[in-house]
């Protein structure tokens, strides 16, 4: 987990990087989102360079594709293709690493980016692997303002429908949007109620800028069977750099060099203090607790708050690992 | 003897035989499998049937899903929401990323023509031939229907295939030479094409018929695929002709006729007429009926021929 945080932070100032060069982004979301992509891609999924052509890898679909700066920091770095090589070109003429996922850039599974489609093309990915008796699962990543497009709402319905327990949509709650506070512009509260409605498992997580959390939420979730599972993950836009937190106005805001300087330092800072701590724990994670359990078969909210640090994440094996023990432990 | 088997009847059988020996074949509805005439094979197959129910955005969206995992995906929903309410899921979902999707419209054009504008779609080639990767198809029997959804049935990129709800006229049988994309001339005039697609084609024949009788030499063009449009064939027919004549179920702008026009007037000028329904509110009543209000029946065809063709040019 300490290795997922570290990660998450140096992907911060890939990010920074990769942005700043180019003048374009949207810098906000990417780092409030990150965290999740770390996890999901460090820690939880079984996809990678290596098993990409093959029909068992998990799905992923970043629905609130204006972030697909990050993402493609994380499939840099998870090896992909030649993260520098994305740093230098992002939004540039002729690039592959254009500002909304395609399938140019490898690892990108459809070409996406308008709001409010992530969720129905995992309702799809979700349903086939049923159909087809797969046991990969479909991961699918939605902004809070996102929420406000219909057709996910749709699509709630049908993977509530088909009782798509493969499938698990994480909304990023960062509560900003471009226009301002998400609540002001179209409110989206009782996220985790609609979801329930349309016959999904929900799970919150208190702090979704915490790979632990984040992490526990996902090993459970892919225990969840019968239903579809929805993290609602609370964030901060901006997170990790002092300026940029909790404010609408870097949803794209494109930094001045003495911003970008800050932003640099703040972040080398904080990923000095990450590995000093990490050398001081001795590598040894501590077991936390989660605050609510209910039971696996009960709708209601599970909250995350501590670290579990039950599983020593980072890599495709050890996640692809741990999933054929919690499917065997489960009878699956 | 008048035809009763309906282009959306022909879909079903091969789709039906193709899922006999492949289970990647679905259909996928919302809530359109009675409508769609594929109630059998939901009752055949009911595994390869996913259902979406009465929402289009959403059955486009999961068919492309579907597709990526491998899926020969058949979409059917009456063409008018699929081509306007699920527009901007067939050009990012199905169109951008090229998803082995077939979108079905079924009543298309003004089959529900007492239904109101709400259910006609007569924009539905306009709307999808502007998407790059997507190809349109207005197959004008059930013959040719069955001979397109085989050809489709083999390969992996997008289409879209509008049929009407009603039966079509024969004009092909069963051992019918069919190649994709080449449009097919049913017979060559001297005086005037008629390009057709769809319904259009069997009232063009008639109207080459009734043309023939006051000594016009009228051929017809069935060019049932609208994109991509088959230019060599198209040009070969008109070059022979003084005047091209286009002929089609749907809005006067950006149809069959735009298209044609844009490769004539490009390759060999001619007078070129288009003849499709107005841009405005249609009158309500069976498609027959609208058919002949719009001059878009054989003798209303054959009168816009005669008239085009008496027109001096400058």
Redesign the interface.
Known sequence: MDDLTKRAYALRRDIIEEVYRSGAGHVGGDLSVIDILTVLYFGVMNVSPKNWESPDRDRFFLSKGHCVDALYMVLGEKGFFDKQEAIETFSAYGSKFIGHPNREVPGIEMNSGSLGHGLALGVGTALAAKMDGRAYRTYVVLGDGEMAEGSNYEAMMAAGHYHLDNLCATVDVNRLQISGKTEDVMCSDSLAQKFRAFGWHVTEVEDGNDCGQLLAAYEAVALYRGKPTAIIAHTVKGKGVSFMEDQASWHHGVMKPEQYAQAVEELEERAQMLTGAQKAAGQQATAGEKTTDTEADNPGAETYTNVPGKTTAGSRESAADNRKAMEASHGK | MENKITNRQAICDVLIKAAETHRDV?VACSDSRGSASLSAFAEKYP??L?E??I?E??LV???????????KVFAASPACFLSTRSY??VK??VA??R?NVTLIGISGGVSYGALGMTHHSCQDIAAFCALPDMRVYLPSDRFQTARLIEALLTDDSPAYVRVSRTASKDIYGENMDFTLNQAKLLCQGKDVLLVACGEMVAESLEAASLLREKGISAGVLDMYCVKPLDEKTLLQAAEQVKTVITVEEHSVYGGLGSMVAQTVSAACPKRIVNLALPDGHLTAGTNREIFKTYGLDAAGIACSAESALAQKTR
């Open positions: 679905i595994e390869q996913v979406m129910g929402a955005q959403n969206t999961v068919s492309a899903g579907l597709a990526s995992c491998g899926k901007e899921q990012v979902d951008y990323s998803a």
